[in-house]
């Protein structure tokens, strides 16, 4: 799986979106007609300097501002600062020097805005008035590139004091919704991502309160900051939320690629990759409507993951090929990754001659100080992975050293995991395997630690969600009963004005009225002790479901920590038989070991699927199957030497069941290759698995020579035949062999009922 791409990524598609956003529901107060109007009405300088900022403000913000737009806007503004230093009025400067750092911004002089809002900050220091503070930060904060690393921070911080401006003054409009959405993405280009989540969250509150509608960019920027706080459901559900709005509203600009991207790259992190590419296709055609090469270059390197990921190389160096060559030279960022997915890509295909020549390419970026860390991280990783591949033990040692510089960074954990798992590599290559079982523990420590650490967080989450609403709960009550008194009170005031007004009464009307008193008081006694009784089965209620939800989640945090230790185990044993491989010089024997790490690799898989997935004993036979036949190919070299096709129903099975029916595959399709595939021209394996309530069917068939005349599969001692024709058994099943043309396995059983 891809490492989950940082924050700073995005960064360079998102620019333009929130540029936009942040003015986007801005009007003018007022037309260049009136505001001329009002500069001759005005009899102070002051006024004056005031009513030419706004002139220049209306021109250079103006929607499709043209250049005779902004020479007006230049002209106004160069008249406020003339005016404001005759008369040393500090806030018409700062304010006036703002507007002349923007213009120059917009016009790409960038060296003279830095100069202009430089001195602007000089007098919004001594400004009194806060506009004025706030456009000098807002324009100080424009001045820094989130996609530098460097320039992030301080960019962050000025863009904080203008929201602070807008905060301290009660600004609750759209203005200030849009500078908390912009504040939120910048604090996640700066890797704060629980203030960027917070930021947000309130921006999004403050739009709703306005009954603004167009939320699918905020729900976009939501849906990227769980992304890094790894929180993937949530972002998805976010994310989902921003492409409807996108979609029903019919939007063709950049929010549109934004929300596909983000998209992709979750579906990716959570190992669904046929929707990651789909989506990812539709953020990169999005951006070739638009015509935006740096966006159409960023894609390809998402896209070229993906295919990764899913086998497909071609596309991949498709993809790569034509991002590197749509990559604006301004952006070596974008051409880095590529870079990066080119030299993976090589490793993946086993192609280590070519990464070996493209290596001079990538080794400057683990040295500049420009690139990104998890980048680093990335390329050394797979450099480590090359000279291991091809043996080179000297290098390897080297660039895993190397690796040590990251660990004081906020990749320690991640990076001590994968040290611990190159050495261990490197240890079993050289023959030392009491270090590389240390190693391999270090490595499952490290695994099973950032698991953990996943895991809190969601717990700490869901606790705070728990208490919110037991809280909102609590209020519900409070305001209930203060209703109930106040109900009350008012009664006892009617009760004893018509008491006054009958005191003069005979004694017995005084008698009965007493006796209803009386029994008022029983009456409420009655009501009282049966709301009290009422409370007290409420609040037992409550701690038993307290108590059950309680064991529940535990019970799901066990059977997903059984499954996690099953498919570690496996994986040791898998381990110590690959290493055991390397030193047999008896093909018979590593033919054996070869078999016996397939089937326990078989089962391995069903184990990883439970704890990955959130039901612990439903397996989806689609994927299993899938991804079994993957690992299948690849351990017998055979991907483009046999065709393989799958016809495989959506069926979820219970653990039972889906353990035996791996290892018969794992057994017919190794049986296939050993001796039906050597001997075929063009050989194809075939397998079907449809299930519907009364039976599950599973058949499995090639195009070899088949059995030898006369051979009775159920009288044979081969081992892999018993197997089969016993774990049919213990599925309560019937199983056929035909080998009329090649040779079928036909298998039915009842399906077994899922435990919940």
């Known amino acids: 799986m891809r490492i989950p791409i940082a924050g700073s990524t995005m960064r360079v598609l998102l620019m333009c979106l929130l540029l936009q956003c942040l003015h986007a529901g801005a009007q003018q107060a007022r037309t260049a007609d009136s505001l001329r109007a009002l500069l001759v009405k005005s009899h102070t300088d002051t006024a004056k300097c005031n009513v030419l900022q706004q002139l220049a403000a209306y021109y250079i913000n103006k929607p499709g501002a043209e250049q005779e737009d902004v020479r007006y806007a230049t002209g106004y503004a160069t008249q406020a600062l003339v005016l404001g230093k005759q008369i040393a009025y500090a806030d018409g400067q700062a304010g006036s020097l703002a507007l002349l750092a923007q213009i120059s911004r917009e016009n790409g002089d960038t060296a003279k805005a830095r100069q202009y809002v430089d001195k602007a900050l000089v007098f919004a220091s001594s400004a009194s008035p806060w506009p004025a503070m706030a456009k000098v930060y807002e324009e100080k904060a424009f001045q820094f590139d989130v996609v530098d690393q460097q320039q992030v921070k301080p960019k962050a911080h000025y863009y904080g004091l203008y929201v602070e401006q807008l905060r301290l003054h009660g600004q609750r409009d759209l203005k200030l919704a849009d500078a908390l959405k912009y504040y939120g993405d910048v604090l996640r280009a700066n890797e704060e991502f629980a203030k960027s989540l917070h930021c947000l969250k309130q921006s999004l509150a403050l739009y709703q309160d306005l009954h603004y509608t167009q939320l699918q960019d905020v729900y976009c920027l939501l849906g990227g900051v769980l992304y890094n706080l790894d929180d993937l459901q949530e972002a998805i559900k976010y994310l989902l939320l921003a492409k409807k709005l996108a979609e029903e509203a019919h939007d063709t600009s950049a929010v549109m690629y934004n929300i596909y991207n983000r998209l992709g790259i979750t579906y990716e992190a959570v190992e669904r990759f046929p929707e990651a590419g789909t989506y990812e296709e539709k953020a ?13 270059s960023f894609f390809a390197a998402n896209l070229a993951d993906t295919y990764t990921e899913l086998h497909q190389y071609d596309k991949a160096q498709q993809v790569i090929t034509k991002g590197i060559a749509l990559t604006p030279s301004n952006r070596p960022g974008i051409l880095n990754m590529l870079q990066r997915r080119q030299f993976s890509l090589y490793i993946e295909r086993k192609d280590y001659t070519a990464a070996l020549r493209y290596f ?15 980048l680093q991280h990335r390329i050394t990783s797979k450099t480590v992975q090359m000279f291991l591949a091809t043996r080179n033990y000297t290098q390897a040692e080297k660039y895993i050293r190397k690796m040590e510089a990251y660990t004081t960074t906020n990749l320690a954990m991640l990076v001590r995991k994968t040290i611990e798992k190159h050495r261990f590599t490197l240890d079993s290559m050289q023959g030392n395997y009491i270090a590389a079982m240390r190693h391999y523990q270090r490595y499952m420590l490290y695994s099973d630690s950032m698991a953990m650490v996943k895991h809190d967080r969601q717990l700490a989450h869901l606790k705070v969600e728990y208490e919110t609403e037991q809280k909102d709960r609590d209020l519900e ?43 008022s008081a029983w009456a409420y006694n009655i009501k009282r ?4 009784q009422l409370k007290q089965q409420q609040f037992e209620i409550n701690q038993r479901n307290i108590t059950l939800k309680q064991l529940l989640d535990e019970r799901d945090w066990l059977l997903k920590e059984v499954h996690h230790r099953v498919k570690n185990n496996l994986q040791i044993v898998i381990s110590l038989l690959n290493s055991q491989a390397l030193h047999l010089h008896n093909e018979t024997a590593r033919q054996a070991l070869r078999e016996s790490k397939n089937r326990m690799q078989a089962i ?97 068939s090639d195009n070899g020579a088949g059995f030898p005349p006369g051979f009775d599969p159920q009288a044979s001692d081969s081992f892999g035949l018993s197997l089969i024709i016993g774990l049919v058994r213990q599925l309560r099943g019937n199983v056929t062999f035909n080998s009329d043309a090649g040779l079928q396995i036909d298998m039915t059983f009842p399906p077994s009922r899922i435990l919940v």
Request: glycine share 2%.
């Open 284 to 296: 990169y055609q999005v951006a070739e409507r638009l015509h935006d090469r740096e966006a159409m």
């Open 360 to 374: 001079p390419i990538v080794k400057p970026m683990m040295e500049n100080q420009q690139v990104w860390t998890s």
């Open 477 to 519: 009550l409070k305001e209930k009963h203060i209703s109930l008194l106040t109900m009350e009170t008012d009664e006892q005031k009617e009760l004893i004005q018509h008491e006054a007004t009958k005191r003069n009464l005979s004694y017995v009307i005084g008698a009965l009225l007493l006796s209803l008193l009386l029994i």
């Open 529 to 532: 002790r049966a709301n009290l």
């Open 604 to 700: 391995s898989l069903i184990h990883q699927k439970l704890y990955k997935s959130d039901s612990f004993s439903g397996v989806n036979m689609n994927y299993y199957v899938s991804e079994l036949m993957d690992f299948l190919q690849d351990s017998f070299s055979i991907r483009d030497l046999v065709t393989v096709e799958m016809e495989l129903d959506y069926a979820d099975l219970d653990v039972s069941q889906a353990v035996p029916i791996g290892l018969i595959i794992n057994e017919a399709v190794t049986n296939a290759i050993k001796y039906a595939v050597p001997h075929t021209v063009q050989p194809r394996i075939r397998i079907q698995l449809h299930s519907d309530d009364e039976q599950v069917a599973l058949s499995i």
